[in-house]
């Protein structure tokens, strides 16, 4: 069935059986993936079929979808500036369509924003990699706080 619909080719990243990485061949019963590690593994065709698949690099533009957080008393508009500013001049993400930077939740201890740039497929792990530490770096050079979780205890003592 893999070879009739050809859901993935050789060169495509793909998602399936529980499995990650390049396709590398494709036969009557088997698929060999190399992961990013530089393991070859095969995986029988049975296995992938009737399965999820996710190919990374079945569309030429993708979305990369990120999350951000910073602390409630930093000003939202200018979190939104530094990470435009990022995204902005990143070499692979797209000025079209255009990313989306929105707040998504007010979480218990942050306000969590959703950062979606587009880029080409085969930019999509460059992406999803180096702009969190940028978006970091931007922040702390900024003077945003992003927040970890806070935890108030209080002791009891009771004298018997």
Not at 65 to 71: E, K, L, N
Not at 97 to 111: F, K, Q
């Amino acid at each position: 069935m893999l070879l009739i619909f050809r859901p993935y080719k050789v060169g495509d990243f793909i998602d399936a059986a529980g499995r990650f990485g390049c396709v590398t061949e494709i036969d009557m019963f088997t698929t060999i993936l190399q992961t990013f590690d530089n393991q070859q593994i095969i995986v029988p065709n049975s296995k992938i079929w009737g399965e999820q698949i996710i190919n990374h690099l079945h569309y030429e533009v993708r979305g990369v979808d990120m999350h951000f957080g910073i602390a409630y008393d930093e000003n939202i508009d200018a979190a939104r500036k530094v990470i435009e500013g990022v995204i902005s001049s990143h070499p692979h993400i797209l000025k079209d369509p255009e990313p989306l930077i929105e707040v998504e939740t007010l979480n218990d201890s942050l306000v969590d924003f959703l950062v979606r740039p587009f880029c080409k497929g085969v930019h999509y792990f460059d992406v999803l990699y180096s702009v969190p530490e940028q978006i970091k770096k931007a922040l702390d050079e900024n003077n945003i706080e992003i927040p970890f979780p806070h935890r108030k205890v209080i002791v009891v003592n009771q004298n018997d």
